[in-house]
């Protein structure tokens, strides 16, 4: 009796792993059989006021791809591929394939969601809150801020991705710049030591008179001149290869520098650029502003400061925003503005309402 029982509960577990394995072979035998009976898109847009990409877009690239889908054996489906191919749009942030049971290929597409939209400096990209940015898709019909003007931001019209990365990435192009720069003063710095090391032995050089030759005084006299002539030439020409080799460094310095000033302008012109996704992003979070801003135009000032005007939605006046500092003050007297100036005389009084400068507003008609 003692050893009954473990060998029955031996078994019993034997058969339940027996027959899980003939189930999962089943269940893998079936699968391999069955094909792909329908596919099913779904497009996680949250942005509730547009779209980015659509199932007809979807269905579309896989037709053209010939990844096989309708039709085709379970096993056989690429679903990498799938995945690969829809994410290489750059508006999607994530996809999601799989195939269930019942032969059903789901893709589970989520898109970026994007701040505003640039169209400046012959660009038309999307930018989100993060510094992503995409080209915007031909047929894509989403209302988000449009941002203007002669603005450049620091990134190339065809990129697609994150702008920081970007940044990233050429500076560290700039410092490898300046590193090859800096070695390419070694051989500068190996010819000044031999100038150097060459004029010193010169200077050393000295003549004895040849008393046992028999040399006169003026032998002797006439080879010193000539020595000292020598030296002379040689002073010259060393000096002259010093100057030459001084301006070689200064001219890589100089290299190295402007270099440095390319590294200084990208960081402030990223820094430009996410002080842009702020404002716009203030604008979004505040219903009124939201509402009555239909344009935002961005521009370079010869100083070299980001400055943008607005297109309201209630007037056709332009308002100079100016710089993106103290937006917060800017918008509260513009609003003031509004309550108490325009409401009485009149929304087509004026063509410019600048609020640039301190608590002054002015207007042009």
């Known amino acids: 009796m003692r050893l009954l029982r473990p060998a029955i509960l031996g078994l019993l577990w034997a058969a339940v792993a027996v027959y899980i394995l003939w189930a999962g072979l089943s269940a893998r035998r079936d699968r391999s059989a069955q094909q792909v009976r329908s596919l099913e898109i779904e497009v996680v847009d949250s942005t509730s006021q547009g779209y980015l990409v659509t199932g007809a877009q979807v269905r579309s690239w896989i037709s053209q791809s010939g990844i096989g889908t309708l039709g085709t054996a379970v096993e056989e489906v690429d679903l990498t591929a799938l995945e690969r191919l829809i994410a290489r749009n750059g508006f999607v942030e994530r996809v999601a394939a799989y195939v269930s049971g019942r032969g059903e290929l789901h893709l589970t597409i989520t898109p970026r969601e994007p701040l505003l939209r640039l169209l400046t400096d012959g660009r038309n990209a999307y930018v989100t809150r993060e510094g992503y940015v995409f080209a915007a898709p031909r047929a894509s019909s989403l209302y988000v801020p449009v941002v203007t003007g002669s603005y450049r931001p620091p990134f190339p019209a065809d990129y697609t991705g994150n702008v920081r990365e970007y940044i990233d990435r050429r500076q560290r192009e700039i410092d490898e710049r300046i590193a090859e720069l800096e070695r390419s003063k070694y051989p500068v710095y190996r010819r000044e030591q031999a100038n150097d090391r060459d004029y010193r032995e010169f200077r050393r050089k000295r003549i004895k008179r040849r008393w046992w030759k028999g040399e006169s005084a003026e032998a002797f006299d006439k080879r010193v001149e000539e020595l000292l002539a ?136």
């Open 230 to 365: 020598q030296k002379a030439a040689y002073r010259r020409g060393y000096r002259y290869r010093a100057r030459q080799l001084t301006a070689e460094l200064a001219r890589i310095d100089s290299q190295q520098e402007s270099e440095r000033r390319k590294q200084k302008k990208l960081e402030k012109s990223y820094e430009d650029f996410l002080k842009l996704l702020t404002f716009v992003e203030s604008v979004e979070e505040d219903d009124f502003w939201r509402s009555e801003v239909v344009q935002i135009a961005a521009y370079t000032t010869s100083s070299g400061a980001l400055e943008v005007s607005l297109t309201p939605r209630s007037g056709r006046y332009t308002i100079l925003f100016g710089r993106l500092e103290e937006v917060d003050r800017k918008f509260d007297k513009l609003l003031r503005f509004y309550r108490n100036g325009l409401s009485t005389l009149g929304w087509e009084t004026y063509r410019t309402i600048d609020i640039r400068y301190g608590n002054q507003v002015v207007c042009k008609k």
